[in-house]
């Protein structure tokens, strides 16, 4: 029995890298074990290539959620929850790096979150979003150089794409029940 297997057996809550992990999966084409063994090998890299992120994680984030969602990640921070895409995450045509740099962007806003609440202020306003979202950025090109080359360029060049973007750009208004009926679409086609 693989050590994949056991934790899905548990009844407590899953944890990796001392993260609880939510999965969520509506996919019958995508295997629980499979997610979950990319999910460990994206927070392995973190935990050896950016180990502070990994405990200000830990500290800022209650959980990290795996389901399906018109984006590869997100931070919703009423619940202090990261989320992961299903779909990002079964996929192999990628690294595990791209993985692990979205969720470490996430656990930026975390962190950048948890500071507003330690000061007494409340979510980011709308006019420091693009200043937060290059945060982010500047975090996973850190992240991306900390890499062996191989694993770190496919993350250095999508965060110095992002980190020339106008402000609109780098953190665009989103529709979230377009971007929901959308996927809904791609997912039934």
């Known amino acids: 029995?693989?050590?994949?297997?056991?934790?899905?057996?548990?009844?407590?809550p899953?944890?990796?890298h001392g993260v609880v992990v939510e999965l969520r999966n509506t996919r019958a084409?995508?295997?629980?074990?499979?997610?979950?063994?990319?999910?460990?090998?994206a927070l392995t890299l973190i935990a050896t290539y950016a180990p502070q992120r990994l405990r200000h994680f830990q500290r800022d984030v209650r959980a990290i959620r795996v389901e399906r969602f018109?984006?590869?990640?997100?931070?919703?921070?009423?619940?202090?929850?990261?989320?992961?895409?299903?779909?990002?995450?079964?996929?192999?045509?990628?690294?595990a790096s791209p993985i692990a740099a979205s969720i470490l962007h996430e656990g930026v806003h975390a962190r950048v979150h948890a500071f507003r609440a330690r000061v007494?202020?409340?979510?980011?306003?709308?006019?420091a979003m693009a200043r937060e979202e290059r945060l982010c950025r500047r975090a996973?090109?850190?992240?991306?150089?900390?890499?062996?080359e191989a694993l770190g360029a496919p993350v250095?060049?999508?965060?110095?794409?992002?980190?020339?973007?106008?402000?609109?750009?780098v953190a665009p208004v989103v529709d979230w029940s377009l971007a929901m009926d959308r996927q809904r679409s791609a997912d039934q086609g």
């Open 1 to 12: 029995m693989s050590w994949l297997s056991r934790l899905l057996g548990r009844s407590s």
């Open 14 to 16: 899953l944890r990796l």
């Open 29 to 41: 084409d995508i295997r629980d074990d499979d997610v979950l063994a990319r999910l460990d090998e």
């Open 70 to 95: 018109p984006t590869r990640g997100a931070f919703f921070p009423d619940d202090r929850t990261v989320l992961t895409e299903l779909t990002f995450l079964a996929r192999r045509d990628i690294s």
């Open 120 to 127: 007494g202020g409340q979510g980011s306003p709308p006019e």
């Open 140 to 148: 996973e090109l850190a992240f991306g150089y900390a890499l062996p």
């Open 156 to 169: 250095i060049e999508r965060a110095q794409a992002t980190l020339t973007m106008a402000d609109r750009d």
